[in-house]
């Protein structure tokens, strides 16, 4: 997937930041291949890149028929650098306020890491550098594969920052809480193979396996029925913190939709009949 191509709906499509385009959006099927595309810049995050992202998100979270989607970053240095520094300098000078948590009210909002209510499953693609607000954009997705190159930090502490895209907040529920601490005070970085004993990442392969490991991945999960992979993802977030009394009581709106339909008879039906399922996902 280093370079999604051909044959797809491309919505935009165009690799060159002359124009202003950072984000490019190809579908393919039931799949959604986002690609941040500055490579000359390691896809550091700027204002408009922000606000591309935020508009492909919508189209990707209203299209019926899509049912996944994959992020990742041009070229083989970097996922994402992170924010655009140079840009933030700029805005500082401007005038700018400086920012702390979230990004309500600003440009490109809601973006990725505060879209809690996204219903598909997202997988990041991550070969290369994956630091600040890039790793914070990994750790808003629900699956990660990454190449045994890729590296991921979080230095906004060694800036005279802080992780404020829901770095400091994910982390710390992600991994142990004071190993967590650890990544986050120092800025240290954490090599594909440390992220995976800890639980970050799903996979870790060869750089020349990365896009067919990205793929059985994808293939996986659009065998499952989209309505229960969309109940799954909800339940678990919703009911991450509650005990299991109220978690069992709890009303979780996707389940309720996938329990009223045509696939959750189908599952069962087409499993009987030992054939396989035509999912709807509606």
């Known amino acids: 997937m280093g370079d999604p191509g051909s044959a797809a709906t491309t919505v935009p499509s165009c690799a060159t930041e002359d124009d202003g385009v950072r984000v490019r959006y190809e579908k393919r099927g039931r799949v959604a291949y986002i690609v941040l595309d500055r490579p000359h810049v390691l896809n550091a995050i700027d204002v408009r890149m922000h606000q591309e992202l935020s508009a492909l998100l919508d189209d990707f979270e209203r299209d019926d028929e899509l049912w996944v989607g994959v992020i990742t970053g041009a070229g083989e240095r970097a996922f994402s650098a992170g924010q655009d520094l140079k840009e933030l300098v700029e805005r500082t000078r401007a005038g700018a306020p400086p920012a702390s948590f ?84 120092t ?26 490991s990205v793929e059985r991945w994808v293939k996986d999960i659009l065998r499952s029925a989209p309505l229960s992979v969309r109940a799954v993802k909800q339940v678990a977030l919703d009911s991450m913190h509650l005990s299991l009394q109220d978690a069992f009581a709890a009303h979780y709106e996707a389940e309720e939709i996938r329990s009223k339909s045509t696939d959750c008879r189908e599952g069962p039906l087409a499993f009987i009949q030992k054939r396989p399922p035509g999912w709807v996902g509606y």
Do not use: H
């Open 187 to 212: 800025g240290r970085r954490m090599s594909a193979a440390r992220a995976y004993e800890l639980g970050l990442v799903n996979e870790v392969v060869s750089a020349s396996d990365l896009d067919a």
């Open 102 to 185: 979230g990004s309500r009210g600003g440009p490109g909002w809601p973006r990725l890491t505060e879209r809690f209510r996204l219903s598909k499953p997202i997988i990041a693609r991550v070969n290369g550098l994956a630091l600040g607000g890039g790793f914070e954009l990994a750790l808003a997705c629900d699956i990660i594969v990454a190449s045994e190159q890729a590296s991921f930090a979080l230095p906004e502490a060694t800036l005279g920052l802080i992780p404020g895209a829901g770095g400091l907040f994910r982390l710390t529920r992600q991994i142990p809480f004071k190993t967590a601490m650890g990544y986050l005070m």
